[in-house]
């Protein structure tokens, strides 16, 4: 079978062994949701106060998305540092597949299981606050979900890049995690932000994501941010598998592929 | 072809400490290492702990990048041919870590049979055939953390040898695991030699080196001290006498006691449960029994034999010449 050919099954085998991998553990998989419940539930007060009560299931959703990318961020860099920990990295490496492709089925396994929150999310919103789900488009909303995890689990990728170089991802993983998600309007649109911020915004496929999510929501264009950020991701993955060459052969020289 | 070639191998680690005033150490674990393997051959490593073993192996299977020097696998540059490196070699490290423990051995085994390139056709038979090999048939789907030790060694070597390397790399793979499946072990390793996979085995068990091993290099203070047949380094020390006394308390001022008793080439002690083997070597008649148990007046002794030296005999005189002429291993600036 040829490179190319073998790559679907790769990946595919890949994403399934480390979301199977990933949801064996009830405690990561319950902080995983409990935190965008907590965003949920102040989002919703906030929308409520606001006066928006029309957009209750807009509230819902943008804290999925903030699960999605919290899980994005945190599993992309703690992956790594896991197989570090398990001492799988060193097995991952020696194996004769180009890193950037071991990596990436563990990058979009992370956005995968971050869906755990928006299912989670838009259930607590139609439980507790009696959101009701009139999506505007469902079926494209059903399309948008998926499409925008795949973008994110893309841009994963170079944020693994980066994290293979440092023992402590965390220490890079940290400060990117609410300026990522307010730039991209993951909650609130990026409209109401400071001009200036825009340029960082239109850069991050996260926004694009999100705003097709959030039009299949409540109504919108919904493809052209959708095929924006699957170009955005295909972006982010590529220029990962041009610096993950060079990181390799850094980490092989700096020795930081163990702990030992 | 030879299968490993390793010529003038340097490594140095480097590490920084100090935020407002750095200070850079810098660690010399392999200083000058030249070899080569044969194909076909099963080659140990042995030295002791700290010695550059593991940093020689992980240089020639492309974890890290030699400082200086070169190697090569059946002809690969192992620092400008990584890919083509891996695609021929099995790595396999001893320990609890390394393997997907919420999964089962048969998940860990066919994610690393797609990430080694194994066809979707042969997967299925390939796993078979290597799960009746290492005796984990009917345990495979069994989750990995509910394994033994000596039953994740197993999995870490059916997961080396997925692809069929022509080269395999056992990083003390015996280590912690309790002497049946030890044995077990060593009849693995030395089928997959006489089937023709090359193997290059680091261990500190010297009874499994002797029983394997076509030749071994022993390795201390990142240099190759002795290399050759099992049977020539014992002809090293083929010229002693060796006592062995079963002693309790003997510290490291008794041992340098028995050391300088004439006669007595090297003294070594290793903790045996409760009790400690002290092991002495002679020179031929030099007969210091009594002098020995002179010196260690005031210690409990029980049973003590004399024997032929062993090949334990002849690494000890090795490593013991080596650590009397260490140069220092770190510089610091």
Known sequence: MTRVARLPRLVGVGVRTHVSYMSRSPIEITFAVLVPLVYATLAVYLFRAAGDPDRLLTASVGAGLMGIWGSVLFGSGGAVQNQRWLGTLETLVVAPTPLALVLLPITLATAVTGTYAMGATVVWGVVLFGVPLDFAHPLLFLLAVPVCVLALGMTGLLLAAAFVLLRNANALANPLDTP?????????????????????????????????????????????????????????????VLVLGRVERRARAAATLTLA | MLAIEADALRRTYTSRTGWLRPRRTETEAVRGVTFDVSRGELFGLLGPNGAGKTTTIKMLNTLLLPTSGTARVFGHDVAREPVAVRRRIGYVFGGDRGLYERLSALDNLRYFAELYGVGA????????????????????????EGYSRGMRQRLHIARGLLHRPD?????????????????????????????GTTVLLTTHYMAEADELCDRIAVIAGGRIRALGTPESLKARVGDRDVLEFEVYGVDEELLARVRRIPGVRGAAVEERGTAQALTVQSDRGAEPHARVLAALDGVRVGRVVSREPSLEDAYIAIVEDATARREPAEVTA
């Open chain 1, 180 to 240: 990522v998600w307010l730039l991209s309007g993951l909650l609130v649109p990026v409209t109401v932000l400071p001009a200036w911020t825009h340029p960082v915004s239109w850069a991050l496929p996260t926004t694009w994501g999100a705003r097709a999510v959030h039009a299949a929501t409540s109504g919108g264009d919904v493809l052209t941010p959708m095929l924006a950020a699957l170009a955005l991701g295909t972006g982010y993955a590529l220029a990962a």
């Open chain 2, 121 to 144: 056709r042969d997967q299925k038979r390939r796993i078979g055939e290597l799960l009746d090999l290492v005796g984990l048939t009917g345990r495979e789907r069994e989750r990995v």
């Open chain 2, 167 to 195: 080269v395999l790399f056992l990083d003390e793979p015996s280590i912690g695991v309790d002497p049946v499946a030890a044995r077990d072990l060593r009849r693995t390793v030395a089928g997959l030699a006489a089937a």
